[in-house]
Antibody, heavy 117, light 109 residues
Framework: EVQLVESGGGLVQPGGSLRLSCAASGITFSSYGMSWVRQAPGKGLEWVSNIISSGTRINYADSVKGRFTISRDNSKNTLYLQLNSLRADDTAIYYC??????????WGQGTMVTVSS | EIVLTQSPGTLSLSPGERATLSCRASQSVSSGYLAWYQQKPGQAPRLLIYGASSRATGIPDRISGSGSGTDFTLTISRLEPEDFAVYYCQQYGSSFIFTFGPGTKVDIK
């Protein structure tokens, strides 16, 4: 079955860290760029970061630059997002998504990150 | 950075009516890298249109996209009950940055 499954979300205090994972199955993971997209409660979609298939080019939204790190392990078909220096406004559902032709054609179900004391 | 503006914010229509959603970019969107998504409550977004006018796999032909440059439109020719949702446009720019519009909610009149 073609799917992306995120994990690693949870409750963390401001200033804390979390590592999200996205396991891919049913696709040739190493052939695709991948992104993280988040959605704060009741709000719209916000692109967070993208990594190309080889992992050699990475981009971040200004809102997370210097605090979040995207990476991938093509041997494990897994995408990661390291979240450091977390703030209350990072509270959101974090989705991983496959990027193809400038669009996101496959999405996971999301993992919730809550930053609160 | 390209900013996307969507209008209207909310569209109240009845099943069977035509829905026309607008997405305007602050600068020209390169190579037609403009996509549309549908999102229902509690669900992940679903890709509808990519490349401004190409339907994604499994998307019915009552849903269509058009436009170029800075002005894009998503049209649903006859609203079905399952079409009531929030719709987002998204662009991919030359600086390898993605941005989303704020969304248009299509609700039942």
């Amino acid at each position: 079955e073609v799917q992306l499954v995120e994990s690693g979300g949870g409750l963390v205090q401001p200033g804390g860290s979390l590592r999200l994972s996205c396991a891919a199955s049913g696709i040739t993971f190493s052939s695709y760029g991948m992104s993280w997209v988040r959605q704060a409660p009741g709000k719209g979609l916000e692109w967070v970061s993208n990594i190309i298939s080889s992992g050699t080019r990475i981009n971040y939204a200004d809102s997370v630059k210097g605090r979040f790190t995207i990476s991938r392990d093509n041997s494990k078909n897994t995408l990661y997002l390291q979240l450091n220096s977390l703030r209350a406004d990072d509270t959101a559902i974090y989705y991983c998504a496959r990027s193809l032709n400038g669009a996101f054609d496959l999405w996971g179900q999301g993992t919730m990150v809550t930053v609160s004391s | 950075e390209i900013v996307l503006t969507q209008s209207p914010g909310t569209l109240s229509l009845s099943p069977g009516e035509r829905a026309t959603l607008s997405c305007r970019a602050s600068q020209s969107v390169s190579s037609g890298y403009l996509a549309w998504y549908q999102q229902k409550p509690g669900q992940a977004p679903r890709l509808l249109i990519y490349g401004a006018s190409s339907r994604a796999t499994g998307i019915p032909d009552r849903i269509s996209g058009s436009g170029s440059g800075t002005d894009f439109t998503l049209t649903i020719s006859r609203l079905e009950p399952e079409d009531f949702a929030v719709y987002y446009c998204q662009q991919y720019g030359s600086s390898f940055i993605f941005t989303f519009g704020p969304g248009t909610k299509v609700d039942i009149k």
